[in-house]
């Protein structure tokens, strides 16, 4: 199995990593605990959204309900961007 240079660099200096104490794993584990839950949400949406959410998902291969946590995921992470926005910013680079 071929490894990568920050794999490497773990595996050369494993014998320098020391366990997390107990009482911080257990503050990480909740942390992580919190992220994995999902809660149920009613969410009303039009038609014709609806209809172009479904067709996107299919095209992606996912249920569109994932697409949708997918989009506001990556919406309040400061991750969703515009690509229209994008393609106008990298002409303005290539010709500005």
Do not use: C, W
């Amino acid at each position: 199995m071929k490894t990568d240079k920050f794999e490497r660099d773990i595996e050369n200096h494993i014998l320098e990593y020391e366990s997390m104490p107990e009482r911080d794993r257990k503050k990480v584990d909740s942390v992580l605990k919190e992220a994995r839950e999902k809660k149920s949400v009613n969410l009303r949406l039009s038609n014709h959204d609806l209809g172009l959410l479904k067709r996107k998902a299919e095209q992606e291969g996912i249920p569109y309900q994932t697409l949708i946590s997918s989009i506001l995921h990556k919406y309040v992470t400061g991750q969703l961007v515009d690509e229209k926005n994008v393609v106008k910013s990298l002409q303005l680079l290539k010709f500005g």
